[in-house]
Structures are given as structure tokens and as C-alpha cells.
């Protein structure tokens, strides 16, 4: 019987081989098989190690156009910092985002492309990415929210600015890797797939790891540069990229490449529909919009900085809760109207009709800055006349000729402005301080490469010129000699010593020789203001590289300099330099 079975089980499955389909199929009940899941568990994965790869060395120094530069060294334990944050587009163009010049540069087969400035973006703004023909950035303040920016990557127009209370606006998640004890996930591609930066303790290393969040870890490579970690970004397709760097203002910047792609490129996302323009204070973006810096001058700024001063005072609130006096306008708004409104900036703090707002921007003076230093606009100025001077001897100035102003020009025209940040730090200015005056602008010498321009509370703005103005100043204007019963002299000293009945013996503080004697030719404070009570007079030796020496008797409202007593208020409060390292 079985064989009987097995024979009519075969001709039936070749009759119904043999059967061909009916051109006009009658639709009938198929039936579900039921399908029982298999318990074997998929096999795990292995993660494959991928090996770092050095793209992009840039050195700090000198400060050139193509460099990158870094915030300078201050007392108090601020470091210096260079470049925060990094993109890679689909075609290997890199996008570094340069704080201390305000600018994001582009590096294309390893060489610079060119900058894209963005003055209006807060400082300390990292998280760049790049999408198609966006660039964006994100600002987090710890005083009032967080900022994102969306910018045209061909012009750097500011096309959007929100704060995240109304959620982001990036295309993908975007963050910037940071220590942790388990794993840091930093950032996603299109696909979904995680990035971590993982330590392990036991070996006292880190990783980069691309993670999908089911199977596991997919690939990793080890951190190629420990302990100089600036930044990394996952791009869309799942390259992943580090941004590293040794000390700011030392050293060089370093961009490797860590994990190779994980898929086909993935298109850009889907353009953006035109954002409607800024509305700020109920007024659109005005016709015409002046920012003043004392010492800066004033300048009409362009379309593209109207656009992003309306943008970023378009995120302040109303508060009433604050009692704050504002001092002078820094930008002044005109519509063709006639209709005229004036802005006074205070950080966070915007004054405009008599109200108080407060936001999540702070940059207007720094774009203000910015704008008012650019070297085109100081060649400019200069071709009207120009005069150096000395700031420490009034009277000591001359015009410049017409062969001087062109040599003037011409270092101008060689630089590019940066934040105050960049700016050498010096914990007083040398003598002589050179300043070369534009009509109402000063700019002053700041080191071989650097200049500056403001003065007073606000921000200054500053700039690098080619290396050559200072070489330039001290040509055109010698200082002159001294005679030895003029204070001023004592600027010429090599050393200077402190002492003081009770406190110290001969103390060294020539490091502050320029401050004291600025100090000692200052003009007389207001005899109403205390003097330090209690200090017994002090003594000021100061010598000469010629062996000249001169004895300086500090004293409530006076000094004694070569035998003659000079009336000074407040001169006392120069005792405080002792013990000051």
C-alpha cells in the first residue's frame, strides 16, 4: 500500500506541473500558511577595525589668510582655543569652523578653497554640519537658551536663526563628542546608525564606534590622537571624520579620516522653502541700519548684516522685570518711510521705544566689530589722510605723506579681521604704543601682525594686517629722546624695584615698568576720591641700560621725582603692585 501511495503522490505533482495558467484567472481564497519562527539566534557580529587616516595638517602660526587662528592666552586660567567645529560634504570638502576669526574655512584636496565670514555667529558656536547648500551651527548660552543658525553655504547669508525652545532645525542629529565613562553618542547618519565615543578604562584608550542599536557595533577605529579631541562628524553617508588639534596658537590642527562610508551617498535633504524675512520690535528688516564703536567710527551695514542683526533680535522677549539704564545707541534703524528706531546693546540686553528685551544673541557688537574693521574699509579711510602719533606723549604726532599713506594702504589691504579674542594678550602695552589716526577712527599696534580699533566699554574690533605697519610706524615716528627731568624718561628704564618700609626690600616688578610710569604721568584724580589709608610711602628705583638711576617716593597725593614734588591723587593706590608677580 505505501508504494501504491508514493506513485499517485508523484503523478499528481506532475499533473499539476503540467497545468497551464488560465489567461482570465477567477479569483478564489488562497490559504495562509502558518509560518513558525525559527529560535536560532543570528549570528553575532564581529565589528571590523578601521585604521585612521591623516588628511589635513594646518599650522597655526603665522597668522595667514589660509590658517585657522586662536584665541590668546589670558591670566586667570583662560587657554588659548583654536577651531571648534568640523563638516565634510559628499565630496570631500572640509568645513572648519573658526571661532577666532568668526569665519567657517574650506579645505578642498587639502589646499584652502576659501572663508566664508559669519560674524554674527555667537563665539562659541560648534556643532557644524553641511547639507546640500546649508551650513549649520548652534550656540548654547547659560544665561538664555540656545541659538541654531542656518546659512547659505555659497554667500554665508544668515536665512535662519531660532532658538530651540520651538525645537531644531538641523536635518540629522548633530553633537560633539565628549568623555565618558560608558560610551558618548555623538551624532546619527541617514541611515539610523549610531556614533559613539566609547572609553575603555582597561586600556586607557578611546574609540569611535558606528553602532547599529539592534545588532550591536558594525565598525570602529581607534582615537588617533589622544587627548587633543577638537570635535567629529558623522556625515550622511557614514564617513566619519575628527577634528584635532594640539594647543591653541601652537602647533597645528589635524582633520583624520576614521570609518569609511557605510552606504551610497544619500541625497541632501529636501530644500528648504523660503523662510519668511525677520521681524524684530514689529518692524521688518530696515533700509538702512548704522552701527557706531567709539574709537571705531561708523559704518552702513550691508544687506546680508541687516538681514542677521533683524534675525537674531527677532528671538528677544519683552522683560519688565529688569531695571537697567541704556547708554548710547549702537545700531540706529532707518526705513524709507522715514520712520527711525534706535538700538542700544548691552550683551543680552537690547533697549529699543523705551522697552527692555532680553535674548539668546549677544553678537551685535561683535558684527558691529567685525564690519568696522575690515581692512578694505580702513585703506579707504586712509587714502582721506592719516597721522601717527604716540599714545604716551601728547604732542608727539605727525601727518603722514602721500608716499607713507600708500605704504599704509598697502599693509591694510594685505589683512583680514578677527575677534578681540585673537588679539596677543598683553598684560600691558609696551612702550612706545603706536596708534595711527583715520579722522575719528584710532587704530593701535598690537605686537608684529595684529591692530585694533575701539576703545572705551564695548568690544573693540581688530585685525591682521602683513607684519610690516609696525616696522612702518617706527620709521615714520621715532621716539624722541627724553630729557631726564621729564617723568616721562622713566619709560627708558630697564628695571625697576619696590620698596616699602614694613612690606618688602628691593622687590623686582619690572615687569609692570610701563603701567607705573603711566601711571606716574597720569592725569591728577579727583581730590575727593580716598587715598589707600594706613600705607606708609613707598619707593621706586628705576635703571638705565646706561647706568642712569632714578629714585621715585610715592606719597598721599604726591611723588617725588629728581628733587621736585608733583601733586598726583591716587598715586598711593601704586603700593598695590607689590608681591604682584
Not at 324 to 332: I, K, T
Not at 465 to 493: I, K
Request: with cysteine; charged share 20%.
Amino acid at each position: 500500500m505505501r508504494r501504491i501511495g508514493l506513485v499517485l503522490a508523484a503523478a499528481l505533482v506532475a499533473c499539476e506541473a503540467s497545468v497551464a495558467p488560465s489567461p482570465t484567472p477567477i479569483p478564489s481564497p488562497i490559504p495562509t500558511a502558518s509560518v513558525t519562527p525559527s529560535s536560532a539566534s543570528p549570528p553575532p557580529i564581529v565589528a571590523r577595525e578601521e585604521t585612521p587616516r591623516l588628511l589635513l595638517s594646518i599650522p597655526y602660526a603665522p597668522p595667514t589668510i589660509e590658517g585657522l587662528g586662536a584665541t590668546a592666552t589670558r591670566v586667570g586660567g583662560v587657554t588659548a582655543r583654536g577651531p571648534s567645529s568640523l563638516a565634510v560634504d559628499e565630496n570631500d570638502r572640509m568645513y572648519i569652523w573658526d571661532r577666532a576669526r568668526l569665519r567657517v574655512v574650506v579645505y578642498s584636496g587639502g589646499k584652502f578653497e576659501r572663508a566664508i565670514s559669519l560674524p554674527y555667529v555667537e563665539q562659541e558656536a560648534d556643532a557644524l554640519l553641511v547639507d546640500g547648500d546649508r551650513l549649520y551651527l548652534r550656540a548654547v548660552s547659560y544665561l538664555s537658551g540656545t541659538i541654531e543658525y542656518e546659512i547659505d553655504t555659497a554667500t554665508g547669508a544668515l536665512l535662519r536663526a531660532t532658538s530651540t525652545d520651538a525645537g531644531s532645525i538641523y536635518p540629522r542629529r548633530r553633537g560633539r563628542p565628549q568623555p565618558s565613562p560608558t560610551h558618548d553618542s555623538f551624532g546619527a547618519d541617514a541611515a539610523g546608525l549610531d556614533y559613539w565615543y566609547t572609553s575603555i578604562p582597561q586600556i586607557a584608550q578611546s574609540r569611535y564606534e558606528r553602532v547599529d542599536l539592534v545588532r550591536g557595533v558594525l565598525a570602529y577605529a581607534v582615537e588617533p590622537a589622544p587627548e587633543k579631541l577638537i570635535d567629529a562628524y558623522a556625515r550622511a553617508d557614514g564617513a566619519l571624520f575628527e577634528l584635532a588639534a594640539d594647543y591653541g596658537g601652537v602647533g597645528s590642527v589635524y582633520v583624520y579620516a576614521l570609518l569609511a562610508p557605510s552606504a551610497a551617498p544619500a541625497p541632501s535633504s529636501s530644500p528648504v522653502s523660503a523662510t519668511a524675512p525677520p521681524v524684530a520690535f514689529g518692524r521688518p528688516v530696515p533700509d538702512r541700519l548704522t552701527a557706531t564703536l567709539a574709537g571705531a567710527g561708523s559704518i552702513d551695514l550691508d544687506a546680508r548684516s541687516r538681514t542677521a542683526v533683524w534675525w537674531l533680535a527677532s528671538l528677544v522677549k519683552e522683560r519688565t522685570d529688569l531695571a537697567v539704564a541704556p547708554q548710547e545707541p549702537l545700531l540706529v534703524a532707518r526705513w524709507t518711510d522715514g520712520s527711525r528706531l534706535e538700538v542700544v546693546v548691552s550683551g543680552g540686553l537690547l533697549f529699543a521705544d523705551g522697552k527692555i528685551y532680553f535674548g539668546p544673541a549677544t553678537a551685535y557688537e561683535q558684527l558691529a566689530a567685525y564690519a568696522l574693521a575690515t581692512p578694505s574699509r580702513l585703506a579707504e579711510l586712509a587714502s582721506r589722510g592719516a597721522t601717527i602719533r604716540i599714545a604716551d606723549l601728547p604732542g608727539v604726532q605727525r601727518a603722514l605723506t602721500a608716499a607713507e599713506i600708500a605704504e599704509l594702504r598697502a599693509s591694510l589691504s594685505k589683512g583680514f579681521g578677527v575677534s578681540e579674542g585673537e588679539l596677543p594678550f598683553m598684560l600691558e602695552f609696551p612702550f612706545p604704543m603706536y596708534e595711527i589716526v583715520l579722522g575719528d577712527v584710532v587704530i593701535r599696534l598690537h605686537g608684529d601682525d595684529y591692530g585694533s580699533l575701539g576703545e572705551g566699554q564695548r568690544r573693540i574690533a581688530a585685525f591682521v594686517h602683513d607684519g610690516t605697519l609696525d616696522d612702518l610706524a617706527r620709521r615714520w615716528l621715532p621716539a624722541p629722546a627724553l630729557g631726564v627731568e621729564d617723568p616721562r624718561s622713566l619709560f627708558l628704564a630697564e628695571k625697576v624695584s619696590f620698596e616699602q618700609p614694613g612690606y618688602f626690600d628691593l622687590e623686582d616688578i619690572s615687569r609692570w615698568k610701563a603701567s607705573l610710569v603711566r601711571a606716574l604721568n597720569a592725569e591728577p584724580g579727583d581730590p575727593q576720591s580716598p587715598e589707600p589709608a594706613g600705607e606708609p610711602p613707598a619707593t621706586l628705583v628705576f635703571r638705565f641700560p646706561s647706568g642712569r638711576v632714578e629714585t621715585v617716593i610715592v606719597s598721599p597725593g604726591s611723588f617725588s621725582y629728581r628733587g621736585r614734588v608733583i601733586a598726583l591723587h591716587g598715586v598711593m593706590y601704586l603700593v598695590y603692585y607689590r608681591g604682584v608677580p
